[in-house]
């Protein structure tokens, strides 16, 4: 039944870390490895969905020749890269973890060290899973996750509804073994009706299969 779901569907998934420059050697980002995003990605490809997966800067390669891999750097990058993709797609898998500010400015030689101290001014970058969610429509899931440190579940509600996601997928910093850094992975899911289903630690395969699974019971 999920393999007739998921057959032919066109869907884009993001993954991984963004960069944001700051001069030609240095920039802004964060520990995301993307094997969470590529996982998913594998998944839906073997499954026979037509997967376009937009990656931040990672060491991954996908497997599945069908995959479709545009490989970004910066957030409004990758936020030009689905707001295009996404009109012909029924669903969208935003597992990317997405610098929320940039740098207002790049420098474009090396920032040479001179003051004791130093100001780098950051502006907000646009929200890809937010920007989806409002633009959706009736035939078109948005999902989104939501890495926190406390209050897990009210916060990732909030998310979800301010965002307009259909689904959060939720990873706490709290539980050993989940989020970034590792091949593991302990989530629960938040559906918009406040829904919540749990799962135990597993490798992040596995993980996969019960996002794909939830989408295709409770979403479709
Ligand atoms: N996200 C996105 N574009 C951004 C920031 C986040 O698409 N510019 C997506 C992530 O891919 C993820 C979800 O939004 O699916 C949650 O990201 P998070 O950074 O936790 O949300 P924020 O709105 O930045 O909330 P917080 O205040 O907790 O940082």
Redesign the pocket.
């Known amino acids: 039944m999920i393999a007739e779901y998921f057959k032919s569907k066109k869907i884009v998934i993001?993954a991984g870390p963004?960069y944001e420059k700051i001069d030609p050697v240095r920039f802004i980002g964060n520990y995301s490895t993307g094997k969470m995003g590529y996982a998913i990605a594998e998944e839906l490809a073997q499954l026979g969905a037509e997967v376009h997966l937009v990656s931040g800067p990672t060491s991954l390669t996908p497997q599945h020749p069908s995959i479709q891999l545009y490989q970004v750097e910066s957030?409004v990058q990758?936020?030009d890269t689905?707001v295009k993709i996404f009109p012909d797609c029924q669903i969208a898998i935003?597992?990317?973890?997405?610098?929320?500010y940039r740098p207002d400015r790049y420098n474009e030689v090396k920032i040479k060290k001179s003051e004791e101290n130093l100001t780098i001014h950051l502006v907000?970058?646009?929200?890809?899973?937010?920007?989806?969610g409002h633009s959706k429509k009736a035939n078109q899931i948005v999902?989104?996750?939501?890495?926190?440190t406390h209050n897990e579940l009210e916060?990732a509600l909030d998310?979800l509804r301010?965002?307009k996601?259909d689904a959060?997928?939720l990873n706490s910093l709290n539980d050993p073994g989940a989020g970034f850094k590792h091949s593991t992975n302990k989530i629960s899911i938040i559906l918009e009706k406040g829904t919540i289903f749990e799962f135990p630690l597993k490798e992040k395969q596995e993980v996969a299969k019960d996002i794909i699974k939830c989408i295709a019971e409770n979403l479709a």
């Open positions: 993001t963004t957030a990758m936020y689905c935003m597992s990317a973890a997405v610098a929320d907000k970058n646009p929200d890809i899973l937010s920007t989806l999902v989104g996750f939501a890495l926190e916060n998310k301010r965002k996601a959060i997928v």
